[in-house]
Structures are given as C-alpha cells and as structure tokens.
C-alpha cells in the first residue's frame, strides 16, 4: 500500500512540492516521502488510538469529509512538524504546502478507495496495511452497511462498531510496535533507495 500511497502523493505533488520555491528541488522526493509517512503513521495512530470512525468516515469515499475530518487536521500538522523540523522550511510555507496538499490527497484516497473499479486502493488493503493484517478476511465494506458475523470480539453478546474498532486498534497499535525498528519511515527509506 505504502508504494501506492507515495504514487498518489507524487500525483498530487506539482503544485504544492514541485512547483512550491519554498522547497528546493533536490528535497522534492524527501518532502513526498515525508508527506507520505505522514499519512501512513498519521491513519495508523487514529486507528491505535481507537478513532476507527474517523478513519472509515475519511476512507468511505465522501471526498466533502475530508475537509472537515479531525483525522486530516491531525495529519496535516504532524506534516507541518517535519517540515519545520527536518527541511527548515518557515512555519508559513510548511503550513500553506501540508493544507494544499494533505486533504487533496485524503480525498482521492477515499475516492479511489470507494470505486470497486479502482484496484490500486481497497479499503480492506489500507487497514490490513496499517493494522499488520488484522482485518484480513473480514467484508470492511458490508460491515459499514450492516454489522454482522463473528466480529464479537469483546464478548458481549452483540456486534457493534466497538468490535471492530477494538480489532482495528490492537492491531495498529501491535504494527506500530512491531515497526519500532525502522517503521513506516523505514519502509519509506526502502523505497526511495
């Protein structure tokens, strides 16, 4: 998904990074891996903190929500932070670059992740990726219409959005432990070379 994820970046990249003279050229691919990592680290610790909601409502392919979803603001300023503190850039350019680019991104996440045509993003596929597989098998998208079988996994007799959101969070949070050594930064490294 990470490889993907940097692709749709890239796609989005020519104003906000390419074109931005606040970023030198040479820094072009390391502000799209950061803006990526991002994203990546950002969706995964919504889902480690148990805000499975605002992830499903991001992801569900309601491009007006992302403007408006505390996940975005959340990653946006995460960027802001790197872009401050690893390329020097000025609180104004990094603010103005993470607010054209961050949401724009989101959105067309969402929306390729919402059109069964598209194949390069399912929803499954993002919260496998970010929760080390822990939504593997499950219908994620039959699930947000209607809630049903095996997901009660805090045993109380019934299946609702806590089961699955009890799910997505210990295996994020199981992820971020598991990526401690390198992490999603580390597979980023991997794929710029």
Do not use: C, Y
Request: glycine share 14%; aromatic share 2%.
């Amino acid at each position: 998904m990470l490889e993907q994820l940097m692709d749709l970046v890239r796609e989005h990249a020519q104003g906000a990074v390419v074109n931005n003279p606040a970023v030198p050229n040479e820094q072009n691919e390391a502000v799209i891996g950061a803006a990526t990592e991002s994203i990546a680290s950002g969706l995964q610790q919504e889902l480690a903190s148990g805000n499975t909601e605002g992830v499903l409502s991001l992801l569900n392919g309601n491009s007006e929500a992302a403007a408006g979803n505390p996940v975005v603001s959340n990653i946006s300023n995460n960027l802001v932070g790197t872009l401050l503190e690893k390329f020097n850039l000025d609180k104004g350019a990094a603010t103005q670059l993470a607010a054209s680019l961050i949401p724009t991104v989101l959105s067309s996440l969402a929306n390729k992740t919402s059109d069964p045509a598209n194949g390069s993003f399912s929803l499954d596929g993002i919260l496998n990726s970010l929760t080390g597989g822990s939504a593997q098998g499950i219908n994620l998208q039959g699930i947000l219409g209607q809630l049903s079988g095996g997901l009660d996994k805090n045993g109380d007799g019934k299946v609702d959005l806590d089961d699955l959101k009890s799910l997505l969070s210990n295996g994020a949070q199981q992820q971020q432990q598991a990526n401690t050594g390198g992490g999603i930064g580390g597979m980023l490294k991997n794929l710029l070379g």
